[in-house]
Every structure is written in structure tokens, then in C-alpha cells.
């Protein structure tokens, strides 16, 4: 594996300071972080961009699906106003601490002898790796994984807690009444505590889920937003291993886009989000590139 500036420099960039995690080594770089229309003039905002791309050549940059609309309307200005190829808006339906940790994944990733294109399209690979979740007090405000009435009624009830995965699939089960299915193969666990004082996520869930070890991070600030409640323990399960990330992508064969060019791997181009335009393609199995269950092998 090669590092260092052998290649074309890809920043990465987020739409918030939360999601940069403290990097792990000495090698991995930190995030770009913008700032929301109500903090930033647009010229300003157009600036920082320009600046990233001459500095780096290319910028990656990626936000939440729960983003302010004026906000994501604004990436894309900025992007459409320089007129330029060299920047990915990627967005995410990951939780903000499982996005946080993918975030991460690709700093490291950007040092790596990898494209931009495919560092860009190696996002939708990576997140199938990441169980992401959280222990919740209550359920009656959630809205981002399926609740039944059930489990609504249950949420009123004094005591009671759920355990919920949002990603790769959604799972919901009551504390004490089920079991969260895990990854099947060798993870950490980051934990990031709310209002909730609960020792299940690392006393249970981390060794049913024979994690190789538990670390301690802070709680985004979007988080009690997105689980729709602030008593909450939010964790995600993570490959931590730049080897492991490394292999991971090298494994997967890469393709030229036909529309922007940029080299790319899986179904869908990073920078343009054009699909893969080959017959081959169509034929394909599903795996984890497509939406299916992961493989980590080349589809």
C-alpha cells in the first residue's frame, strides 16, 4: 500500500465539525468543514471551496440526508458557479455518528494510492460495512427506521429501552425481549453517549457482537435530532484498519465513467452520480455495491 503525494490529492470535506473524529494515527489528515448560509456569505463560501480544490485538486464532499435544504442547495451552487468536475457532493442516510466514522474511513482512504473517483465512490461501499445504531429511551419520536404501533405503545411505558440499527439494515428490538444481529466479521465499536446513563451498549451489545474493542467519542450534536430523542447511547460498528479498508476497495474492479470520465467503482460514478453504463453491469449479481447484502468480494 502507497501513500504519500504519488498521486493526485483528494481533500475530504463535511458540512459539520462533528463529523470529524479524532484520527486514529499520525498519517490520517483531517476534514475541510463548511459552514451553513446563516454563518457564511455565499461568496465566502465560494472562496473556501476554490481554495480546497487548487490546493488538493479534488474535494469529496460529503453531508447528511438530513441537511437543511438551503444548505445542500448551496454545495450545489457553489459546485455549479466554479464550474468544475473536481467536486463530489455525496449524501448520506447514515446516522450521524456511522457517517462520522465513514467519514473518517475515507481520510484515510485519501492518502492511499486511490483516484479521486474512486476514493468518491468508495463512500456507498464502506457504509454497507458500518452497523450503525443507538440505544433509545423512547421510540415515539423516531422516524428514520420502521416502529410498529406496538413498539410505540411500548415506548410510553417507564423503563423501557430499544435497541435500533439504521444501517446496513433496519432492526428495532426491545431491550431485554431480542437480540440486534451484528456483523459478521471483525469490528470496533465507537460509543458516543447522550442523557442516557445505560451500560447495555458496552456491557452487552459489544461483546455479543465480539467487537475487538470499544472506544469513547463525543455525541454529534445532530444526533438527539435524528433518533428523535436526547436519552440515547448512539454506536457504530466500524472496520478500523486502514489495511482492511485498503483491501476492501482494491478487491472491487474499477471502471471508467462514460459521462465525466472519472474512474470509479460499483454501479455509480461519485463526482457525476451517473450510473455505470455497461451491459456487464446489468448482469451482474447483487452484492454490495447494489444494494444487496455484503460480500467483500469483487462484483
Known amino acids: ?49 476554490q481554495v480546497l480544490v487548487e490546493q488538493y485538486g479534488y474535494v469529496v464532499a460529503v453531508y447528511p440526508s438530513t441537511l437543511p435544504p438551503a444548505y445542500e442547495r448551496r454545495l450545489h451552487a457553489v459546485r455549479s458557479v466554479l464550474e468544475t468536475d473536481r467536486v463530489a457532493l455525496l449524501r448520506s442516510e447514515l446516522p450521524p455518528l456511522g457517517l462520522a466514522v465513514l467519514v473518517r474511513q475515507l481520510r484515510q ?28 429511551g423512547s421510540v415515539a419520536k423516531l422516524d428514520r427506521v420502521p416502529v410498529s404501533l406496538k413498539t410505540h405503545a411500548r415506548s410510553w411505558v417507564p423503563g423501557s429501552q430499544f435497541g435500533v440499527v439504521a444501517s446496513p439494515q433496519p432492526q428495532l428490538v426491545r431491550v431485554g425481549a431480542g437480540e440486534l444481529t451484528g456483523p459478521e466479521f ?35 450534536a445532530s444526533s438527539a435530532r435524528w433518533w428523535g430523542t436526547g436519552k440515547l447511547v448512539e454506536f457504530a460498528a466500524h472496520l478500523p484498519d486502514i489495511s482492511v479498508l485498503y483491501q476492501l476497495v482494491s478487491s472491487v474492479r474499477r471502471e471508467r465513467c462514460h459521462w465525466c470520465g472519472m ?37
Open 1 to 49: 500500500m502507497e501513500t504519500g503525494n504519488q498521486h493526485v490529492s483528494t481533500a475530504i470535506a463535511v458540512t459539520s465539525t462533528d463529523l470529524v473524529l479524532p484520527a486514529q494515527d499520525q498519517q490520517t489528515p483531517t476534514a475541510a468543514a463548511f459552514k451553513p448560509p446563516g454563518e457564511q456569505s455565499f461568496e465566502d463560501a465560494l472562496t473556501d471551496m
Open 186 to 220: 471483525a469490528t470496533q465499536l465507537l460509543v458516543a453517549r447522550g442523557q442516557s446513563q445505560s451500560e447495555w451498549v458496552t456491557e452487552t451489545l459489544a461483546p455479543a457482537w465480539k467487537v475487538a474493542g470499544v472506544a469513547e467519542a463525543e455525541l454529534p
Open 263 to 299: 474512474e470509479l467503482i460499483g454501479d455509480r460514478c461519485g463526482f457525476c452520480s451517473s450510473p455505470l453504463h455497461t451491459p456487464e453491469n446489468q448482469s451482474r449479481p447483487t452484492g454490495v455495491l447494489n444494494d444487496g447484502a455484503p460480500v467483500g468480494q469483487e462484483p
Open 109 to 136: 482512504l485519501s492518502i492511499c494510492d486511490f483516484s479521486p473517483g474512486v476514493v468518491a465512490s468508495a463512500a456507498r461501499l464502506l457504509a454497507h460495512y458500518i452497523h450503525a445504531g443507538a440505544l433509545l
